[in-house]
């Protein structure tokens, strides 16, 4: 069984900078790719990013390109997501997630954390 836990989340006015964390239980976190993503209340979940095993390798939704960054670090079974000049629009709850696979990708994941809520105020 694996254990996802995210933090960072909290209020923020927009143009804000946030990092939310992910830290995952087990011996296996490095041979798998994570993912991060987002729902809007109201809104179905949606890709955000996602890095592959080594953190080389890197995908976003188009629309986060730019303002959001993905990264990990192996050695602490933690994976990051950098999320800067936030805007009202990107309030959500923040979940990561990781994949069947090493490579990145929007979709196989097998196991979810709880997420952590992200509010924008303009």
């Known amino acids: 069984q694996v254990l996802l836990v995210e933090s960072g989340g909290g209020l923020v006015q927009a143009g804000s900078s946030l990092r939310l964390s992910c830290a995952a239980s087990?011996?296996?976190?490095?041979?798998?790719?994570m993912g991060w993503f987002r729902q809007a209340p109201g809104k179905e979940r949606e890709f955000v990013a996602s890095i592959n095993w080594s953190g080389g390798s890197t995908g976003y939704a188009d629309s986060l390109k730019g303002r959001f960054t993905i990264s990990r670090d192996n050695a602490k079974n933690t994976v990051y997501l950098q999320m800067n000049s936030l805007k009202v629009e990107d309030t959500a709850v923040y979940f990561c997630?990781?994949?069947?696979?090493?490579?990145?990708?929007?979709?196989?994941?097998?196991?979810w954390g709880q997420g952590t809520q992200v509010t924008v105020s303009s």
């Open positions: 087990g011996r296996t976190f490095s041979t798998y790719a």
């Open positions: 997630a990781r994949r069947r696979a090493a490579g990145w990708g929007e979709d196989g994941y097998n196991y």
